[in-house]
Every structure is written in structure tokens, then in C-alpha cells.
């Protein structure tokens, strides 16, 4: 089971998939909707039988049959493992983000130095 990995590397956010050996399995990917379209395929690629689905996407999860469908109470999910939401499981993003706000309020209150004679002349 693959686990969905939140990041902040060169002050960006990405996600990726990481497995039980927490080693990474899937390329940095922007969004979330791109790491749900990554698990969805890399699930699919693995199944060696025949497909009888025609699309990848669980039709359920469509805008168009959530409206047709809202009268109805669905309590199904799916019964694929692609059908199932997605959720962030490890958030690195967030610890980061805190590194760097905190070394960011350190550095507004470093006191400003004061130069040298040499330094001023050289302004």
C-alpha cells in the first residue's frame, strides 16, 4: 500500500507516493489532483487481466451524476482500490514551512550592524 507524501522542496509544494520501505515511487508531482491521477494509473498499468472498465475515473465521483444522483443516497464508495479518495498521510510541508518562518522572524530581529569606518567611507 502506497502512501501520499505532502513536501516544500525549492519552495514549492509537491506530492509524491511513497511505499512501506518509504521509498519514493512516484515522480514530484504538483497537485493533488496530479497524485490522484498518478495512483489511479500506476494501478491500472499493474493489472494483468482483462479490462472490462472503460474509464479509469469512478463515474461516481463525476459532477454530473453527483447532481443526477443527489436525490439517492449512495453509501457505496467503490469497490476498487482507485475508487476510494485519496488523503495526504505523511505532511513535510507543513514542518518545513514552520523551519522557515521561524528562521525568517529570527532573522527580522537580528539588530542592525553597525559599520565600521572603513565600510562607511566605501558607501
Known amino acids: 500500500m502506497f502512501r501520499l507524501v505532502k513536501d516544500f522542496i ?3 509544494f509537491c506530492y509524491y507516493w511513497i511505499d512501506e520501505a518509504t521509498t519514493k ?3 514530484d508531482l ?3 489532483n496530479h497524485a490522484q491521477e498518478w495512483i ?3 494501478h491500472f ?3 494483468q487481466g482483462p479490462e472490462r472498465r472503460k474509464r ?3 463515474r461516481r465521483l463525476l459532477d454530473a451524476k453527483k447532481q443526477y444522483s443527489s436525490r439517492r443516497k449512495s453509501t457505496s464508495k467503490g469497490r476498487r482500490i482507485t475508487d476510494k479518495p485519496i488523503s495526504i498521510d505523511i505532511d513535510l510541508a507543513h514542518k518545513k514551512l514552520q523551519i522557515l518562518m521561524s528562521e525568517q522572524k529570527t532573522k527580522e530581529k537580528e539588530p542592525i550592524r553597525n559599520f565600521s569606518n572603513t565600510e ?3 558607501l
Open 10 to 12: 525549492n519552495f514549492q
Open 25 to 27: 515511487v512516484s515522480p
Open 30 to 32: 504538483p497537485t493533488f
Open 40 to 42: 489511479i494509473s500506476y
Open 45 to 47: 498499468s499493474q493489472y
Open 56 to 58: 479509469k475515473v469512478d
Open 120 to 122: 562607511a567611507s566605501l
